[in-house]
């Protein structure tokens, strides 16, 4: 009896371990540990110990899974203010209850159909709840996609401008299920292993799983290699990006306001010598709002028209994650395009997805936030509508920080005729740590998508010109190569591109197809029951 027991509790140690251990892997493959590879093969062990599991075990391993993916994968939010213990446990049960239906379905179809057709099932599962979670309202966390953690991968991208970034999470999942059935099939072909697998599968299964794996991974390294050896020509200008680095301590003390715009100034100056078209600063780069300012308009009117460019920044009235603003709302997160004549300020974007508990209460009249110690934010108001700017000879958009998380807000912004994506933001929040990295390469799949140019101008770094084709060109560095927390200016030619690709005139198609798919798998694994059920009576 105590040896059945020991028994039991060994496979039981041993499934946790191993759900544990795939859930660390996963999170290595992202910034900035970057062992991309590892991406293809972590999740083979979760899934493989998903098989045959009790479908309720199988909701609270996917809901353990999830937990230990996003605690490793982000212990920069302890670096935001006010940001306990408390609100990253919240965050974490709340990803895993969101994320624990996917162990729970893969369970069912598993149990009543076979681990094979819940292995196929499993890339549509997972790209279905990925957009899910991706998509929920304020409740929207796009953050840690299986696909972000390929941004290097240049070749393997590539197939982004076709079927979007949750394409390349379908991709990585379907080989991870291939690995998956290939592990199975072997070991349930040898007597000794075959005891400690809960299930089989067949050779035919196998089969069935691993040559769509392997003949969708030809296809997408075959388009992106063809894809990168023909360059898309067009029109050039030359654009700056100006890294303040103001320290955020400094940014909102009106002791500083004067250093903060000299140190703009001086930036602005230095790199116009350069000949840009554009020069861009950081979001909130100003001390106060330039529409609520005569004086501080006029200086960035002077500064714009000695520069002779256009000059585009970000200006808001106070900062993000402030408490005690509540009833002082209307404000907003803005940009604007400044003309080198200083006389023309009609060009001006406000950020249309605002971050929760960040910019904004969700609900705040009627959820009491204040029990779990989140205080009493300031309001800003979104923007209504989407903005293309216009220089001389170029037409862009603008996506303010969190913005550029979403596929559908930049492509919008691309449909509507933009020729690049100018994304700023402040990053000073979260230190020297994963999180700007893990933001550019969010960043890398917007390029590729809409085969743009990406422009990324923020406060403390990563500022940097990214290619349509994901590359990362350059970034603002200092004589020791850092790119985080360096003041500095950097000048690049940016092509000017007016082609659509078949992403940025359909968007995220693949996710509806997965939805459609999961809820056929798990219909058809109910279905299978009932017969069943039939058939004993």
């Given at each position: 009896m105590k040896k059945s027991i020991a028994k039991k509790s060994f496979k039981y140690?041993?499934?946790?371990?191993?759900?544990?251990?795939?859930?660390?892997?996963?999170?290595?493959?992202?910034?900035?540990?970057?062992?991309?590879?590892?991406?293809?093969?972590?999740?083979s062990f979760f899934l493989v110990s998903l098989c045959g599991r009790n479908p309720i075990l199988g909701y609270f391993l996917s809901f353990f899974w999830t937990i230990v993916f996003y605690v490793t994968l982000g212990p920069w939010l302890f670096n935001i203010s006010g940001y306990s213990l408390l609100h990253h446990s919240i965050l974490a049960f709340y990803l895993g209850f969101v994320w624990g239906p996917f162990g729970l379905v893969f369970c069912i179809i598993a149990k009543r159909w076979g681990a094979a057709p819940a292995l196929l099932a499993a890339p549509f599962l997972w790209v279905a709840f990925e957009y899910l979670r991706s998509n929920l309202g304020f409740f929207a966390f796009p953050w840690g996609l299986i696909a972000h953690s390929q941004y290097q991968?240049?070749?393997?991208?590539?197939?982004?401008?076709?079927?979007?970034?949750?394409?390349?999470?379908?991709?990585?999942?379907?080989?991870?299920?291939?690995?998956?059935?290939?592990?199975?099939?072997?070991?349930?072909?040898?007597r000794k292993l075959a005891p400690l697998l809960p299930l089989s599968v067949s050779k035919r299964w196998m089969l069935s799983l691993v040559v769509p794996a392997v003949l969708f991974t030809v296809s997408a390294l075959v388009f992106g290699i063809i894809t990168l050896s023909t360059m898309a020509p067009g029109p050039q200008i030359r654009v700056s990006v100006v890294q303040g680095n103001i320290e955020q301590k400094k940014k909102w003390d009106r002791r500083y306001a004067?250093?903060?715009?000299?140190?703009?100034?001086?930036?602005?100056?230095?790199?116009?010598?350069?000949?840009?078209?554009?020069?861009?600063?950081?979001?909130?780069?100003?001390?106060?709002?330039?529409?609520?300012?005569?004086?501080?308009?006029?200086?960035?009117?002077?500064?714009?028209?000695?520069?002779?460019?256009?000059?585009?920044?970000?200006?808001s009235s106070y900062q993000k994650f402030e408490a005690g603003r509540a009833k002082k709302v209307g404000y907003k997160n803005s940009a604007f395009l400044i003309h080198p004549d200083g006389s023309n300020m009609n060009q001006r974007y406000d950020k249309m997805v605002l971050l929760p508990f960040g910019e904004y209460l969700p609900y705040k009249d009627k959820i009491p936030w204040s029990a779990i110690n989140i205080p009493d934010l300031g309001s800003f108001l979104p923007g209504e509508e989407y903005t293309i700017f216009k220089g001389t000879s170029c037409r862009f958009g603008v996506a303010i920080c969190w913005e550029s998380v979403f596929p559908e807000h930049v492509r919008q912004l691309v449909k509507k005729e933009a020729q690049f994506i100018v994304n700023i933001g402040n990053e000073a929040w979260f230190g020297k740590t994963a999180a700007p990295y893990q933001m550019l390469s969010m960043n890398v799949f917007r390029a590729v998508e809409n085969r743009v140019f990406v422009i990324r101008c923020t406060n403390t770094g990563i500022s940097c010109f990214i290619d349509p084709y994901g590359r990362i060109i350059n970034s603002v560095r200092d004589d020791t190569g850092q790119n985080l927390f360096v003041k500095g200016v950097l000048t690049e030619n940016v092509t000017l591109m007016n082609s659509e690709t078949f992403f940025t005139r359909h968007g995220d198609l693949l996710p509806w197809i997965c939805i459609f798919c999961l809820a056929v798998f798990f219909l058809a694994a109910l279905l299978k029951k009932s017969r069943l059920q039939i058939n004993k009576n």
């Open positions: 140690l041993l499934l946790v371990f191993t759900v544990f251990f795939s859930a660390v892997l996963m999170a290595l493959a992202f910034p900035w540990n970057n062992y991309e590879w590892l991406g293809w093969i972590a999740i991968n240049q070749s393997i991208i590539q197939f982004a401008s076709l079927i979007g970034t949750y394409g390349i999470s379908f991709l990585l999942a379907i080989v991870n299920s291939a690995i998956a059935v290939l592990a199975l099939y072997i070991m349930g072909a040898h004067r250093y903060i715009m000299q140190t703009y100034a001086e930036l602005t100056q230095e790199v116009a010598r350069n000949g840009p078209e554009l020069i861009i600063w950081p979001e909130a780069a100003t001390p106060h709002s330039i529409d609520g300012s005569r004086r501080l308009q006029m200086t960035v009117n002077q500064i714009a028209e000695k520069s002779s460019a256009h000059l585009l920044l970000g200006s």
